[in-house]
């Protein structure tokens, strides 16, 4: 494949994007039933569903038969029924080209793939990441959801950022710095001036939709808060979409020295989706920590399935 080559067609991104976590049974392997249960859980709120994408989905966790079979799986649990983009990241470009040959075979329409650092340690120059999403690209046959997580891969420059959305190949670019002053400039730079998706995260959501990007990308049930965000701007309800964003001030942030993916577990099994805990030697959040996650949930009416507006007083 070259540069020029033409992409298999695929859907556009927007909206709110369902960044699946990886379900584990008590013995440590991949729960595929759990995983059902939680794509049934995300399908009614999500515009489009991501398996084994982000950091958070614990996908460095699995070895690659593992990997393979939450990717295909995951595939066959959705569908069809939402745009799916499947996780082929890595900074070794043949592992991508693998992932990406069986995420067309199994049916996605994206592949997402992390900025990777140099292999070694440290932030690659700019050229670097470019040759290296140009070398995804030629080996690519779906579009690319290029992923900014800098606690985990390289951080460019929102000028770098520009480069690298006049590729062809990336159709979306999933950021996750938070910084609203960035996220501004972002969109002006890869969204407002092409056809590239840009998506931020659950804490600048409304901000990043205000400002005209595409949606965010986040775990559920970070889902559920989203969809109540999105769909108040969208019957142009501006008070309610800034009350449900307030839920987001605070959850996941009061237990962020988990890290995320403890904490949304915990948070799934109080709407009874048990995706069992972080695959060990990761440890889950403490029972008290669980039930503080549940009283505040259900204190912000989330768990009520958004039926009144969120209280923070």
């Known amino acids: 494949m070259t540069t020029d080559q033409r992409f298999v067609e695929s859907p556009p991104l927007q909206g709110i994007v369902a960044a699946c976590l990886t379900p584990f049974t008590a ?58 983009i499947l ?21 996605a329409d994206y592949i997402q793939v992390l900025a990777p650092r140099r292999p070694w340690g440290g932030e690659p120059e700019p050229s670097e990441l470019l040759g290296y999403f140009q070398a995804v690209q030629s080996v690519s046959p779906l ?13 460019p420059s929102v000028e770098t950022w520009g480069r690298l959305s006049e590729l062809p190949a990336i159709q ?25 998706a840009y998506l931020t995260t659950m804490q600048p959501l409304l901000t990043t939709l205000a400002l005209g990007g595409a949606g965010g990308a986040m775990p559920p049930p970070g889902t559920r808060i989203g969809a109540l965000v999105k769909n108040a701007i969208e019957a142009g309800d501006l008070d309610t979409a800034r009350d449900w964003q307030r ?14 993916p403890p904490v949304m577990k915990s948070a799934m099994r109080h709407f009874g989706v048990d995706l069992g805990e972080p695959r060990k030697p990761y440890l889950s959040v403490t ?24 209280e923070h007083q």
């Not at 990241?89 to 069986?102: D, G, K, M, N």
């Open 172 to 196: 979306g670019i999933k950021e996750s710095s938070r910084d609203i002053s960035k996220i501004g400039r972002m969109i002006e730079t890869v969204q407002a001036t092409g056809n590239v």
């Open 27 to 84: 013995d440590g392997e991949v729960d595929l039933p759990a995983m059902e249960r939680q794509i049934e859980f995300v399908v009614g709120d999500a515009d489009a569903i991501a398996i084994a994408a982000v950091e958070a989905s614990e996908h460095s966790m699995l070895d690659a038969r593992e990997r393979r079979l939450v990717l295909r799986e995951g595939a066959r649990m959705v569908a069809g029924r939402k745009p799916l």
């Open 287 to 310: 029972d008290q920590d669980h039930i503080r996650i549940g009283e505040f949930l259900r204190s912000a009416g989330v768990i009520d399935s958004g039926e009144h507006h969120p």
């Open 247 to 260: 839920v987001f001030n605070t959850f996941p942030a009061l237990w962020s020295a988990y890290g995320l």
């Open 143 to 155: 579009p690319i959801v290029a992923y900014h997580n800098p606690s985990c891969g390289a951080d």
């Open 87 to 107: 996780g082929a990241s890595s900074p070794r470009v043949a592992t991508v080209a693998e992932l990406a040959e069986l995420a067309v075979t199994e049916g």
